[in-house]
């Protein structure tokens, strides 16, 4: 059964920093772009970074500079470091796994699209 489990959310202040967790089970982790999505009080989901299996980062631009995503395949975790909160980032935070059908380190994987519960951020004075 396959598991991705965020961790990390809570309320800060603005200005303060928080870093989120997304712990992957019963997937190959390293044959999946990893992304952490949002979805904020009466708006719709919104990509916030990602990190494919090459490396390549990408982030919403309201987030960059001041957002950083990571991964350890040996952990099968991906991270996300949010410094320089505000209001605005306040938020469910979705973790995503996503693999295309196709060959990986000579092995064929089917495709794969899976989505955490979420962890709430919440900033706020």
């Known amino acids: 059964q396959v598991q991705l489990v965020e961790s990390g959310g809570g309320l800060v202040q603005p200005g303060g920093s928080l870093r989120l967790s997304c712990a992957a089970s019963g997937i190959i982790f390293s044959t999946c772009d990893m992304t952490w999505y949002r979805q904020g009080p009466g708006k719709q989901r919104e990509l916030v970074a990602g990190l494919t299996i090459g490396g390549s980062a990408n982030y919403a631009d309201s987030v960059k500079g001041r957002f950083t995503i990571s991964r350890d395949n040996d952990k099968n975790s991906v991270y996300l470091q949010m410094n320089s909160l505000q209001p605005e980032d306040t938020a469910v935070y979705y973790c995503?796994?996503?693999?295309?059908?196709?060959?990986?380190?000579?092995?064929?994987?089917?495709?794969?699209?899976?989505w955490g519960q979420g962890t709430q951020v919440t900033v706020s004075s």
């Open positions: 995503h796994a996503e693999r295309s059908t196709g060959f990986y380190s000579g092995k064929w994987f089917p495709r794969a699209n899976y």
